[in-house]
Every structure is written in C-alpha cells, then in structure tokens.
Antibody, heavy 120, light 110 residues
C-alpha cells in the first residue's frame, strides 16, 4: 500500500525558510521511473507544481520559483525534503507531496497535505 | 510557465453530460500527449482520473473520458451524479521537464 505524509511547521514568519518532509512507504525511490513531487495550493486557489526528484537524484523545478526551491531525498529513510526560502504571506498554502510515475506520466498517490501559513 | 486555462465553473443536471476544457499552448498541451486530470473534493487531496489524455486508471468509472485537439484537452463526464460535484484540474507536461496545472473548474451538479 502506497502512502505519503507531509510534515513540517504549520506557521512560518515572513523571510524565513520553510522545510517540509515527505515520508512515504509502499514504494522505493530507487525504482526507475518513480519520482516524488511537491505541489502547493493556496486557500481557494489552484494547484501549482513546485518540484520533482527522480530515482537518479535528478531534480526539476518550477521555473518561476526555481531560485527559492531545493528538493532532496534520503532514500534510506524513504523521505523527500523540500526547502523554500524567503517565505512571504502569498506563499500560504497547503503543500502536497505526490508520487509521480513516468509510466503514464501522472501523479498517482498524494499525501493528505499540510497547511503552511506565513504570518508574523 | 503559465497555468493552463480552464473555465472557472460548469454545471449540469443528474444524468447529463458535461465537458471541461483545458487550454494550453503549442509548447505544452499541443506538443505532448501527456495531459492528466484530477478530481478534488473540498479539504481532500486530488485524485487521478485520466492520464495520457484519455486513459483511465484502474477503478475509475468509464463515465469519465478525455480527449485532445490541438492546444486544448477536454474532460467529459457522462451520466452526471451528485458525487461528481468537485473541483477538477488538468495537468500537462511542459518544456524543460516541468509540469503545469490548470486553474481548476468547479463542477456543480444541479
């Protein structure tokens, strides 16, 4: 059974760096064709793709946010970490991690999401 | 990397069919047959319902179908049911190994 769960702070202050962890089970990031991605959704707004990391440690980023994002993985712990620097109130959102399968190119399993509020 | 364009809302009566459009550009939707659709209930994570334009994952009702013409992909839901009321998002592969979502469409079942 594939599961993903996001963890991290619920509240960060403006200018701070956000660090989120995606802990997953039921699959391995050592498997070719399997990626883990981060996607966010501001309250009442649309989904926005943020970043993707593959089994070979290749990393892909939203071009508009690239300078602020870092994605990394710890395969031994089955975890993927996203950091986002210089947080601002407009970054308030629910952040999801999701498994991506390139045998079909889809996000097939999602975590429940974590709401991160940026406020002083 | 602009969001794909979807109608903000669509509605239909039970039993009817509705179609949600997803318009991109020749660099994303028009270039790749890698469009997926997701359904999202309030407060819940999105769920995959269509991938690679028209393919359905196991367990997804055949009332859901997808298609694409030029730069526009479409999701059709036939035989509308109350449980179909949700937000729907399209997603496409885009240049330089990035992904872009649509702005989302709220489906109301009247």
């Amino acid at each position: 059974q594939v599961t993903l769960r996001e963890s991290g702070p619920a509240l960060v202050k403006p200018t701070q760096t956000l660090t989120l962890t995606c802990s997953f089970s039921g699959f391995s990031l050592n498997t070719g064709g399997i990626f883990v991605s981060w996607i966010r959704q501001p309250p009442g707004k649309a989904l926005e793709w943020l970043a993707l990391i593959d089994w070979d440690d290749k990393k892909y980023y939203n071009t508009s946010l690239k300078t602020r994002l870092t994605i990394s993985k710890d395969t031994s712990k089955n975890q993927v970490v996203l950091t986002m620097t210089n947080m601002a109130p407009v970054d308030t959102a629910t952040f999801y991690c999701a498994r991506f399968d390139d045998n079909g190119d889809f996000f097939d399993y999602w975590g429940q999401g974590i709401l991160v509020t940026v406020s002083s | 990397q602009s969001a794909l364009t979807q109608p903000a809302s669509v509605s239909g009566s039970p039993g009817q069919s509705i179609t949600i459009s997803c318009t991109g550009t020749s660099s994303d939707v028009g270039r790749y047959n890698v469009v997926s659709w997701y359904r999202q209930y309030p407060g819940k994570a999105p769920k995959l319902i269509i991938y690679e334009v028209y393919k359905r994952p196991s367990g997804v009702s055949n009332r859901f179908s997808g298609s694409k013409s030029a730069n526009t992909a479409s999701l059709t839901i036939s035989g509308l049911q109350a449980e179909d009321e949700a937000d729907y998002y399209c997603c496409s592969y885009a240049p330089t190994s990035t992904w872009v979502f649509g702005g989302g469409t709220k489906l109301t079942v009247l």
